[in-house]
C-alpha cells in the first residue's frame, strides 16, 4: 500500500485557485464534483501558510490509498504503462 496525489489535479488545482485570487475572489472549490478530494489546513499545516506577515489559507489536496485494486489509476493517469502494471500485479 502507498498513497498517491496526482501532480496534474495539484496542478489544475493551483491554477484555479491562483486564477480566484487574481479576479479577486475567494478561493472555493465550490465547482468540484469530489468536495473532499481538498481540504482546508487546520492545526500545525495551517501554519505552513504563515508567511510571517500575514496567515495565507492552505488547501491540501487528499491522498488517495493505493492498493492492488485500485493500482490501475495509476496506469489511467499515465504513471505506469500497461505492461509494468501487469508486472506489478503478478
Same mark, same amino acid.
Not at 6 to 30: K, P
Given at each position: 500500500? @502507498? =498513497?498517491?496525489?496526482? @501532480?496534474?489535479?495539484?496542478?489544475?488545482?493551483?491554477?484555479?485557485?491562483?486564477?480566484? $485570487?487574481?479576479?479577486?475572489?475567494?478561493?472555493?472549490?465550490?465547482?468540484?464534483?469530489?468536495?473532499?478530494?481538498? =481540504?482546508?489546513? @487546520?492545526?500545525? $499545516?495551517?501554519?505552513?501558510?504563515?508567511?510571517? =506577515?500575514?496567515?495565507?489559507?492552505?488547501? !491540501?489536496? &487528499?491522498?488517495?490509498? !493505493? /492498493? /492492488?485494486?485500485? $493500482?490501475?489509476? $495509476?496506469?489511467? &493517469?499515465?504513471?505506469? @504503462?500497461?505492461?509494468?502494471?501487469?508486472?506489478?500485479?503478478?
Amino acid at each position: 500500500m @502507498t =498513497v498517491f496525489k496526482d @501532480t496534474r489535479v495539484l496542478a489544475a488545482m493551483a491554477v484555479s485557485m491562483a486564477d480566484q $485570487l487574481l479576479q479577486g475572489q475567494a478561493v472555493s472549490f465550490d465547482h468540484l464534483k469530489d468536495k473532499e478530494m481538498v =481540504v482546508k489546513a @487546520t492545526g500545525t $499545516l495551517a501554519q505552513m501558510g504563515n508567511t510571517g =506577515v500575514r496567515t495565507v489559507d492552505t488547501y !491540501i489536496l &487528499a491522498p488517495k490509498v !493505493i /492498493k /492492488k485494486a485500485n $493500482l490501475r489509476d $495509476l496506469v489511467d &493517469a499515465g504513471y505506469y @504503462t500497461d505492461a509494468q502494471n501487469a508486472e506489478l500485479l503478478q
